[in-house]
T-cell receptor, first 114, second 110 residues
């Protein structure tokens, strides 16, 4: 059971380049999330998708776009990378039901923008 | 102001001590309260959750929620070196937005 799979695991970009981080889950979850994690700042929500066909901004959406391609996949795009976007990015998924609260995380993508 | 405030520490305690962690929040839409544990270079994993004010125990761990004060806590009794990790509070609103605190890094010294 793969759970939440993120690709790539590591990436180095030059300032101004674009890239898409991929995330797929095989748990039939409705909700999916993208976070960035920086030292001392915890997990900051970039975008989330409560269900297929919907996306909403989180705490730090500027400079990012997302696509909920289908129920399994939720991608994060950096159109013009900046050094401030150097971070570890985590994708997560959870069931969108009141009684289920656990979010399952991928292994993370370490992105460096030079 | 962040929706969820958590002191990032770090916190260092001797083995066997009680570890006390807490978060405050500002949004009344948060209805579910969780604690995640994250080991170095790994994704966070759920430790405990609750959706009502009061205490919830699970072995050496106790989660406490006070909705009226918008304050949540996690206590670790008889702490062990294996408890050394970063602990993040997480709150979910009714629209399934899941927000995290900054995380507190805990080291339990043998």
């Amino acid at each position: 059971n793969a759970g939440v799979t993120q690709t790539p695991k590591f990436q180095v970009l030059k300032t101004g380049q674009s890239m898409t981080l991929q995330c797929a889950q095989d748990m039939n979850h409705n909700s999916m999330y993208w976070y960035r994690q920086d030292p001392g700042m915890g997990l900051r929500l970039i975008y989330y998708s409560a269900s297929e066909g919907t996306t909403d901004k989180g705490e730090v959406p500027n400079g990012y776009n997302v696509s909920r391609l289908n129920k399994r996949e939720f991608s994060l795009r950096l159109e013009s990378a900046a050094p401030s976007q150097t971070s570890v990015y985590f994708c997560a998924s959870s069931e969108a039901v009141p009684t289920s609260t656990e979010a399952f995380f991928g292994q993370g993508t370490r992105l460096t923008v030079v | 102001q962040k929706e969820v405030e958590q002191d990032p520490g770090p916190l260092s305690v001797p083995e066997g001590a009680i570890v006390s962690l807490n978060c405050t929040y500002s949004n009344s839409a948060f209805q579910y309260f969780m604690w995640y544990r994250q080991y170095s270079r790994k994704g966070p994993e759920l430790l405990m959750y609750t959706y009502s004010s009061g205490n919830k125990e699970d072995g050496r761990f106790t989660a406490q929620v006070d909705k009226s004060s918008k304050y949540i806590s996690l206590f670790i009794r008889d702490s062990q070196p294996s408890d050394s990790a970063t602990y993040l509070c997480a709150l979910r609103s009714t629209d399934y937005k899941l927000s995290f605190g900054a995380g507190t890094t805990v080291t339990v010294r043998a």
